[in-house]
């Protein structure tokens, strides 16, 4: 029997195969698309707030700072009227306290506690997002007189809550210290202080009820201090490890990169020994001094960056930890700013990301990681001379940025630009910040014994430039200068670069092609 089936050449099936891509992907990219649902759970990065600043931010400043600074997520020592009030309209979810001296007073009466309530929640929201209310702070280890108190304090709160029908919106947790849990390395052996375990076991069935998180205050920095030689600096402040430098825990195997993860893991141990999975870990308080004493060398600028930027970006990748990689835990950092009110030793004043009036005490290395905090190395810094500094000192960090520092000083010479005006403080900041920008504007090179401090405006002024400022026009003119010399002849098909078709031009032409070649076989065909 004769065959009539008509023969194509070779290529018809590749052209087919590559029509049949085609108009999968054309029907995926020329539909609606569907949006990701976000995850409730979402992990971020908040930061405490403490007053205790002599120069603190009125509340309507406050707020404006904290949106400049993308910061959503912040947690107050009180429920202060002025700054809720402030908060409203805002997107800023905010944590409230309810300070130790009131947990006697709220946990002895459920009117000063249905007060409490009306006074400082239902007053504000929804105005103000008020998603949590931390009882206490550190009660149990700083105050432990008062532990009996904590959770009639936390249930009668709770029930003023439901009475305003706000329970389902509100959580109520406290803040505890790492110190309530005992043996914490390997993850795997810790278990609550037994003398808590009363307390604790109450709370944590609280909060598996209320589906509201365990608050800890978790700090690797005294870890480290407190364990030296033993826990490494590089293990504390999340730098890569080689795996014989990791941390592994001998029942689980689980290997530990960085000390934080450790720390959640054995709250997470913690917990399943009084039979609670159910609870997640809410980190109240992280974080690193920048300035300590003699007795605190590791509290420096340097490391405080590196942690803290580091911490942003452990959260932010939603990278778990070893015992949940399913679950990352929010972090507050602590602090937003310095309090400089702080009694000693000096890193208790030195805890902050800024000054008390908004000037960063150091740059963060967040870039890409979300767009938490302008306070980043993507923004041009300064370094400039601080305030209030007596003019000998000044004289002595200057005299050394224009000598040993090498900075150029050259502009702040008589009769050129940046000389006027002719005052110790202006000569400096000009040095200064030749000196910062040389050092490739790393944080630690603009501290000059104290006296200078990093900013993001320019101190730039009438025909003084500042190197910064220079530094910027530099870099503008040499992307606008490499765009234009680039022209067309920058334009690849499928490089990483621009483009001549986008995903959807291209697909739309394959579609095109492959009609062409279908009219052509019909014809064949016929």
């Known amino acids: 029997m004769a065959n009539n089936t008509k023969k194509f050449p070779p290529f018809f099936f590749v052209i087919l195969f590559y029509c049949s891509y085609c108009f999968s992907t054309s029907s995926s990219n020329f539909l609606p698309e569907k949006k990701v649902q976000q995850d409730k759970n979402e992990p971020y990065v908040g930061v405490n707030i403490g007053t205790d600043v002599s120069n603190l931010l009125s509340p309507a400043d406050l707020v404006a700072f904290l949106q400049l600074q993308k910061i959503t997520h912040i947690r107050l020592y009180d429920a202060d009227p002025d700054i809720l009030k402030a908060l409203a309209k805002t997107k800023i979810r905010v944590i409230i306290s309810v300070p130790n001296n009131q947990i006697l007073a709220i946990g002895s009466s459920n009117t000063t506690a249905a007060a409490w309530i009306g006074r400082n929640v239902a007053a504000y929201f929804p105005e103000t997002l008020i998603t949590a209310i931390a009882v206490g702070d550190e009660l149990l280890t700083t105050v432990p007189s008062s532990a009996p108190l904590l959770m009639p304090a936390i249930e009668s709160l709770y029930s003023a809550l439901v009475a305003a029908n706000l329970h389902t919106q509100i959580k109520i947790s406290t803040p505890n210290a790492a110190s309530i849990i005992l043996d914490p390395f390997p993850p795997s052996q810790a278990f609550f202080n037994q003398s808590m375990s009363s307390v604790l076991s109450q709370l944590l069935q609280f909060l598996s009820r209320t589906n509201s998180p365990l608050m800890m205050n978790l700090y690797p920095y005294y870890v480290f201090m407190q364990n030296k030689g033993v826990v490494l600096i590089d293990n504390s402040l999340f730098k890569p490890l080689t795996p014989s430098k990791e941390m592994v825990d001998p029942n689980t195997l689980l290997h530990y990169t960085n000390v934080l993860d450790a720390m959640i893991d054995s709250v997470y141990f913690s917990m399943k020994n009084l039979n609670v999975t159910d609870v997640v870990v809410l980190v109240t308080e992280s974080g690193w001094p920048s300035k300590g004493d003699s007795k605190e060398p590791y509290a420096t600028i340097d490391n405080a960056d590196t942690y803290n930027s580091n911490l942003i970006k452990h959260i932010i990748d939603r990278s778990g930890t070893p015992l949940h990689p399913e679950i990352t ?107 910062y920008q040389k050092e490739g504007s790393s944080p630690g090179s603009c501290d000059f014994k104290g006296v200078a401090m990093i900013t993001t405006t320019d101190p730039s002024h009438g025909s003084c430039i500042f190197p910064g400022s220079k530094k910027v026009s530099n870099k503008t003119s040499q992307v606008a200068n490499a765009t234009q010399a680039s022209g067309a002849n920058s334009i690849r098909f499928f490089g990483a670069q621009t483009r001549i078709f986008d995903k959807n031009v291209h697909v739309l032409f394959g579609v095109v092609l492959c009609l062409f070649y279908y009219s052509l076989i019909q014809v064949q065909l016929s």
């Open 329 to 435: 835990s929010s972090v507050y950092i602590y602090e937003l700013f310095n309090e400089d009110l702080r009694s000693p030793p000096v890193s208790e004043a030195n805890w902050g990301l800024f000054h008390g009036n908004s000037t960063p005490i150091y740059l963060l290395h967040v870039s890409g990681s979300g767009t938490f905090l302008a306070n980043d190395t993507t923004n041009q810094t300064y370094c400039i001379a601080m305030e209030g500094i007596d003019k000998r000192t000044m004289q002595a960090a200057l005299d050394w940025a224009c000598g040993p520092g090498r900075a150029n000083c050259s502009e702040i010479q008589p009769g050129e630009s940046c000389y006027q005006p002719n005052d110790v403080k202006n000569h400096a900041s000009y040095a200064f910040d030749s000196y």
